[in-house]
């Protein structure tokens, strides 16, 4: 069965200090993963996704096909971090449907 | 960029009635849109998916003749409520993909706060 899985519901830091948002998946064949930000009253916006392999924002993930997880890191975060955090996955060839996690609400206190 | 513009925003209707939702693309060709759920506090729920000039495909547990779904044109899809009730009271969020060669991003809708009193 596909799934998404985002154990932690509330991630809380402090400014500077690192940060890991964690997300495991399930799914027969090989998934795009991606993940999505949502700040306050804004809509979903696409934050990276791991066929580019890039950094947005000093945010970098990992797809581990051995541990099936796509962790979300920053080495600093900052207050602007704050905001709701989605992984996501979709079948290989575009145009397919989108599975989301629960999401994951980061607060970074200055 | 690739922009979905969804409305309305936010619509209270009476139970019973039946509420339309819009989903446009304003700068491209959404040949694929998907309508999601949201409630509070928790993830996005896929509804159904929707293909320009063919019927959408539901989710399982999703009640095709409550959410009518048409996708009618290369940029309009639209969600239909019927005969709402209370427990349809949620967010929806309607997305595209972005086409292009190689290129299988989303764009999502600012979202429609729906309440049924």
């Known amino acids: 069965a596909q799934r998404v899985t985002q154990p932690e519901k509330l991630l809380s830091v402090f400014k500077g200090a690192p940060v890991e948002l964690k997300c495991n998946y399930s799914?027969?064949?090989?998934?795009?993963l991606f993940w999505y930000v949502q700040y306050s009253r804004q809509r979903l916006q696409l934050l990276l996704r791991h066929i580019s392999r890039e950094s947005i924002k000093g945010f970098t993930a990992d797809l581990n096909k051995g541990e099936t997880s796509f962790h979300l890191k920053k080495p600093f975060a900052q207050e602007e971090d704050s905001a709701m955090y989605y992984c996501a996955l979709s079948g290989q060839g575009g145009a397919d449907k989108l599975i989301f996690g629960t999401g994951t609400r980061l607060q970074v206190f200055p | 960029g690739a922009v979905v513009s969804q409305h309305p925003s936010r619509v209270i209707c009476k139970s019973g009635t039946s509420v339309k939702i819009e989903c446009r693309s304003l700068?491209?060709?959404?040949?694929?849109m998907f309508w999601y759920r949201q409630f509070p506090k928790q993830s996005l729920m896929l509804m159904a998916t929707?293909?320009?000039?063919?019927?959408?495909?539901?989710e399982q547990g999703v009640e095709k003749d409550k959410f009518l779904i048409n996708h009618a044109s290369l940029t309009l899809s639209t969600l239909t409520v019927t005969s709402a009730h209370p427990e349809d009271s949620s967010f929806y969020i309607c997305?595209?993909?972005?086409?292009?060669?190689?290129?299988?991003?989303?764009?999502f809708g600012s979202g429609t706060r729906l309440t049924v009193v």
């Open positions: 997305s595209a993909s972005i086409p292009g060669t190689g290129d299988y991003g989303y764009t």
């Open positions: 700068d491209f060709q959404a040949t694929t």
């Open positions: 929707s293909n320009e000039g063919s019927k959408a495909t539901y």
């Open positions: 799914y027969s064949g090989s998934p795009e």
